[in-house]
């Protein structure tokens, strides 16, 4: 991994740890931490000031296909390429939830702002919604016709955006509705 200056464009540090392809990145809230997920089946934490690593977690029995922090901080959210999520203490490390949230891979996990939830993005086609405390299911989005590959919440939390390999950004209500509140098609 690089970070970089994002004015000058100047690489500051190079990170190295993984033995495998590095598939996801993102930095804490307060941004002193890093965390990476890896084909390699891990999640690490690094130390975003001296690209020092602090942890390394373990338990995904698959390559880990997208990682992302709570918006406090003090949580870790990831998903992996056999529909697993595992939800860890960004602190310890200690896994804290671990349940199958998809049949196929999932390509992107999202918290919402408040981090009472989170979004996964799959490859059967589907986004769901989840309880970020108990991993129990709230919602169900249909409507892609391929994998989804990105999600993420609106700033206030009350739509998620989808990207899909079908060419199509779908937006939808994150409170009720199972239909998207908008579609684009993004075939030129």
């Known amino acids: 991994m690089k970070i970089w200056d994002a004015v000058t464009g100047r690489e500051i540090l190079t990170l190295n740890g993984h033995t495998d392809t590095i598939y996801s990145v993102a930095y804490s809230p307060d941004g002193g931490r890093i965390v990476s997920a890896s084909r390699d089946k891990t999640l690490?934490?690094?130390?975003?000031?001296?690209?020092?690593?602090?942890?390394?977690?373990?338990?995904?029995?698959?390559?880990?296909?997208?990682?992302?922090?709570?918006?406090?901080?003090?949580?870790?959210?990831?998903?992996?390429?056999?529909?697993?999520?595992?939800?860890?203490?960004?602190?310890?490390?200690?896994?804290?939830?671990?349940?199958?949230?998809?049949?196929?891979?999932?390509?992107?996990?999202?918290?919402?702002p408040d981090g009472q939830r989170f979004v996964t993005g799959s490859r059967d086609k589907t986004l769901k919604l989840w309880d970020a405390a108990t991993g129990r299911e709230t919602l169900t989005l249909n409507g892609h016709t391929s994998w989804v590959w990105c999600v993420a919440f609106s700033a206030d939390g009350r739509e998620i955006v989808s990207g899909s390999r079908d060419k199509t950004l779908r937006l939808w209500d994150a409170r009720r509705a199972q239909k998207p509140s908008r579609s684009t098609d993004t075939r030129h």
């Open 44 to 112: 690490k934490l690094w130390d975003a000031a001296t690209g020092r690593e602090n942890l390394t977690l373990n338990g995904h029995a698959d390559g880990v296909r997208s990682v992302a922090f709570s918006p406090d901080g003090r949580r870790i959210v990831s998903a992996s390429w056999d529909g697993i999520v595992k939800v860890w203490d960004a602190a310890t490390g200690q896994e804290t939830l671990s349940f199958q949230a998809h049949k196929l891979a999932i390509h992107s996990v999202a918290y919402s």
